[in-house]
């Protein structure tokens, strides 16, 4: 009797045994995939404040129709200015997520990593530390473990991971060769074998467009990358690192730095409305979006950014999905570090990543977790 009784509960013990162990006891997460989005040094002021009325200038923001911009973006107030430069941020992610980052309200997210400028800043955030040998843009292979590589070993993500940039640093950043995560960047052609007919054209587009600069693509082939991505795939993982908001600083172009601004904060919403519309991603997506570095300050320091421009280190973080309390703008929050950025991934698809060195933790309060009963 008791081998019978051990035969027929064996399996089902078994079966307990072998679940995987939620993050936090018996806390579980909705999120099942993750969305990480990076504007490529787009300044707290302007996530935060809106447009700079003393940039909208010819003289020291490069705006060749004031009145235009003026119109599209200048408000009387902040919170006015910001609603009209990201609206699906200040309607959507406030109401429904979290913003961390403006220190007018005692909320402080910061690099660490000294130099606040890109690869620098890209390594920080995608392996949860900075390092010192990070010291240059250069196109050398990152010797750091990425959250994405990391996670692209775990057998329920191999192969469910992508990424989409418009520099062409980021195969390195990655380090493709190492991770086999596939990366799209720059100028180069989309890496697939047997391209749609919408990912042949893309291409075609890519090779024939006259280039504003030689590294860096424009954003919206990299948004169309990825839709077709997602037509024709299922990530679980999916980093977009959009890159007009950095090279309009630098040219001097405030015009352009807003307009693509709101660009990217429209890619973003229709990204969202897209997950949102498809049953495997509906309400199991959380989005994560951050930025690099920050810049200096001022008419002419807005432009640059780096160790020697005060403000460089600044930075901000948005979070929206089914497992982050919908806490909107934060206020009085703890100091956060950008690092602290790859950890928050793992952490809402119930991973702890670890690099091996010195992995800052995840963001706290992001996460509600739920008691399974």
Sequence with gaps: MNRRLFLVLFPAILLLLCRPVPLSGESTLETRNVVLITLDGLRWQEVFTGAEEQLIDRDFGGVRDTNAILKAFWRET???RREALLPFFWNTIAREGQLFGNPALNSVVESDNGLYFSYPGYNELLTGAPDSRIDSNDKLPNPNLTVLEWLHRQPAFQGRIAAFAAWDVFPYILNQERSGIPVTAGWNPLPVEHPTPRQALLNELIRDTTRAWD???YDSFVFQAVLEHLRQNQPRVLY?????TDDWAHDGRYDRVLLTARQSDDYIRRLWELFQSL????DLTTFIVTTDHGRGDGLIE???HGRDKAGSEKVWLAVLGPDTP???????APRLALAQTAATVAAFLGEEFDNGGDTAPPVEGVIRLRHSR
């Design 78 to 80: 902040p919170e006015a």
């Design 215 to 217: 590294s860096v693509a």
């Design 240 to 244: 977009i690192a959009f890159g007009e």
């Design 279 to 282: 049953p495997a991603y509906r």
């Design 302 to 304: 807005w432009r640059h």
């Design 326 to 332: 919908p806490l909107g703008e934060r206020r009085d």
